[in-house]
Structures are given as C-alpha cells and as structure tokens.
C-alpha cells in the first residue's frame, strides 16, 4: 500500500496536499475487533478519497499508564490484512502525541490514532491557497449532537 497509505508528507507541495485530519477512535477492551473498519478505510484508499499518513495504536492501562500496540498484537479477526497498515507512518506523530491521544480513553480501553490527507478536497484547497485565502477555523459536529438536534426539533406529540 504504499503509494496510497503510507507516502512520507516529507517533499508534498501545496498544490498536491490536501488537508489533514485525525480521528481517535476508542475501542472497549471486552470487544473483538473484527476488521470491519479496516475495509473500510481501505475502500476509502483505494477510491483517492483519504491517504493514510498514520495509523497507530495505543492502550490506556487500569494503572492509567499508556502504551503503544503494535496492528498485530490487537487480535483483528476477519479478512483484512494489517500487514498492509503496518507501516503506516509519516512522523507527524510522535511520543507526546500519543500520551495525549491515550489520556482521553478509559482504562483497559484500546484507541485507534489515525491521521489522513483529505484527497478529494485537495483541488478545492489548493484553489484556496493560489487565492492567499487561509483556513481560520474548522471542526466537525459529532453525529450524536446532530442526532440529538434533530430529535429536539421532531415535534412533541409524534
């Protein structure tokens, strides 16, 4: 995978790059993981939607410390070969990065660190950046709060 996953930002020029973004996304400790998610970011790969820059794992222990966990000790059943997130790695993240990432997670609980270049907006900001326009804020709405609004808009008698 390495022309879509793993490519090294070392060397990308404003004009190929397009905006990073990271997800940590926690897994309880009593749930297998079934590979699931990894095809789907695969699809997301290989369709020129995101590019993997980094994939790492880490584990919150009951003692509160935070330790990194290597794809292949996580126990990932199904189809899906995590040889191929291995290596995913450019160096955006480092020890600190982690230690952060693992404090938010509840002990024993296991988390997903991923950072990844939004392929398909890559066009849109570059145009952006040819203009000398800059990004001054971003975020993202959580699909609970969404889900939650809209169930306070529903009226009240249905």
Same mark, same amino acid.
């Given at each position: 995978m %390495? !022309?879509?996953a793993?490519?090294a930002v070392a060397g990308a ?11 940590v996304?926690?897994f309880?400790?009593?749930r297998e993981?079934?590979g699931s @998610?990894? @095809? %789907?970011?695969?699809?997301?790969v290989?369709r020129g939607?995101i590019?993997?820059?980094d994939?790492?794992f880490v584990q919150?222990?009951?003692d509160?410390s @935070?330790a990194? @966990? ?5 126990g990932i ?7 191929l ?5 450019s160096?955006?993240?480092?020890d600190?990065?982690?230690?952060d =990432?693992?404090?938010v997670?509840q002990?024993?609980?296991?988390a997903?660190i991923?950072v ?9 900001? !570059?145009?952006?950046?040819?203009t000398?326009?800059?990004?001054v =804020?971003s ?5 609970q709060?969404?889900?939650?609004t ?5 009226? =009240?008698?249905?």
């Open positions: %390495e !022309t879509d793993t490519p020029t404003d004009d190929l790059l397009g905006p990073i973004d990271y997800l996304v926690e309880p400790a009593e993981l079934d @998610v990894l @095809v %789907e970011l695969l699809d997301l290989h939607l590019r993997v820059l994939l790492t919150r222990g009951a509160g @935070v990194a @966990v290597s794809i292949e000790d996580l059943a199904g189809e899906v070969d995590t040889a997130f291995a290596d995913a790695s160096g955006l993240l480092d600190a990065d982690l230690a =990432a693992g404090g997670l002990p024993g609980h296991r997903a991923l990844y270049e939004n392929r398909w907006a890559a066009p849109f900001a !570059t145009a952006l950046r040819r000398g326009a800059d990004l =804020a975020g993202r709405i959580p699909f709060a969404i889900l939650a809209l169930d306070a808009l529903e009226p =009240a008698d249905r």
